[in-house]
């Protein structure tokens, strides 16, 4: 007797499939058998499409950041989002404080350890390298194990005042002496030059808010991917859109996707005045956006599941594989003209919007406001 099926979900791929739940886990994928028993079952009837929950690889999510905050389930469930990865909010002075609000969400909530020991407390949290302790960094790394899953550094002038590389020097040290953890690294207005930075990454490290429309962005002047980049991609560096209030460019994007230079990971950058205000709004809207740049519906799906988790070595998530985490996200694909603004004033017209229905995490069900007014689910 498993605990919850879902019947005749929609893939990406347009096929239909059963999925059972037992446990919090994925027990099986594919088409069940009719007399197949469950305490819950729903039959969607192909109507809406399924897919392994959606990871949102860069949020801010702390609540009490005095720059950047928001409420984990409102960034998370509430958007149909499964998992979110908080990039940066809290540094060690107060990744405890982080750790212990996170306990009741329903949200997956992770981090990105700043390696400032303030966080995002003030903008230039790296321009004081005293701030940086890495002892205090191994100390919170090992004592949060699961909940801080990599390390972030913020490479742009507001952030590092005269201090160009040299916190990301201290980043790659701290990385490799904590079990070489995924390190997110920030690119925006310069010094430090993009170039500088670029060259010191290494395999699985990741670039977010690639592509920014500032003059630090990875494209030349005449539209040709840096060399630099190039060099980075080759070593396996990945890239991570990282919207943000002032981080995404559509003219970076169609130029860079025309050459072939696809992002390994869709996030939002979001928080509350950018899911408020725009131009975020959410991570749907975000993946909707690569709809009108030549993304596929399978390539941005891969880009929140399965890429998101392999990028975070989140090795129960990501997939629709028997024996993993139950995380799934439910989701139907409006029709009709729509709008779509960038962070350069930018706007695009499209005709697909992808609407969250339900995130099922652990094998619970939560609607969001679209999947309770649609009746998704009889609960």
Request: proline share 4%; net charge negative; aromatic share 6%.
């Amino acid at each position: 007797m498993y605990d919850l099926i879902i019947r005749r979900a929609r893939l990406v791929d347009g096929t239909l499939t059963d999925v059972a739940i037992q446990g919090g886990k994925i027990a099986a994928v594919g088409q069940l058998a009719v007399d197949a028993g469950a305490h819950r079952q729903q039959d969607l009837a192909g109507n809406y499409y399924l897919s392994a929950g959606w990871i949102d690889s860069h949020v801010h999510c702390y609540p009490s950041s005095p720059i950047y905050n928001d409420e984990p389930d409102r960034v998370g469930v509430a958007s149909g989002v499964t998992s979110v990865v908080d990039a940066g909010s809290t540094g060690t002075d107060d990744i405890d404080e982080f750790y212990a609000l996170t306990r009741s969400a329903k949200t997956n909530v992770f981090a990105f350890l700043n390696i400032s020991r303030i966080g995002l407390l003030r903008q230039n949290e790296l321009a004081d390298m005293a701030d940086i302790n890495k002892q205090a960094v191994k100390t919170a790394i090992d004592g949060k194990p699961g909940f801080v899953i990599g390390i972030k550094a913020r490479m742009s002038s507001s952030v590092v005042g005269q201090n160009g590389t040299k916190p990301l020097v201290l980043a790659k040290e701290i990385q490799q002496e904590n079990h070489q953890l995924p390190l997110m690294v920030h690119i925006g207005n310069n010094p430090p030059d993009l170039d500088e930075i670029a060259d010191l990454l290494t395999q699985g490290d990741i670039i977010t808010h690639c592509y920014n429309g500032k003059p630090n962005r990875i494209l030349t002047p005449a539209g040709t991917l840096r060399e630099s980049i190039q060099r980075a991609l080759k070593r396996g560096v990945l890239l991570d859109v990282g919207h943000g209030t002032a981080s995404f460019s559509f003219e970076v994007a169609r130029q860079a996707i025309a050459l072939g230079i696809f992002p390994h990971t869709i996030s939002s950058d979001i928080y509350c005045r950018n899911r408020m205000a725009g131009p975020v709004y959410s991570l749907a809207t975000v993946m909707s956006k690569f709809f009108t740049v030549g993304l596929s519906l399978a390539q941005v799906i891969d880009c929140v599941t399965k890429n998101a988790a392999a990028a975070l070595r989140l090795t129960s998530k990501g997939r629709l594989e028997p024996g993993l985490d139950a995380d799934l996200t439910l989701f139907d694909i409006r029709q009709g003209p729509q709008v779509f603004a960038d962070s350069e004033g930018e706007s695009v017209n499209g005709e697909q919007l992808l609407m969250p229905l339900a995130a099922v995490v652990a094998g619970e069900v939560l609607l969001t406001d679209e999947g309770k007014a649609a009746h998704v689910f009889n609960l």
